[in-house]
């Protein structure tokens, strides 16, 4: 996939029959350091939700 310059994306998955996907709160950690890691250099990020069954960016 090839993303644009000053475009919006909205970024989500969720666990197959809305299964957990974060069971511990290092899983929660786990993502938010992938995110600081990979996105954060690279976009503005203008909000983010983790729940136990779903992410957002």
């Given at each position: ?37 990979h ?16 992410f957002?960016?």
């Amino acid at each position: 996939m090839q993303f644009v310059e000053e475009s919006f994306y909205h970024i989500y998955n969720r666990g197959n029959d809305k299964q957990v996907i974060f069971f511990l709160e290092k899983n929660y950690e786990f993502s938010i350091n992938k995110i600081k890691l990979h996105i954060v250099p690279h976009a503005n990020l203008l909000a983010w939700c983790l729940m136990p069954n779903t992410f957002i960016y």
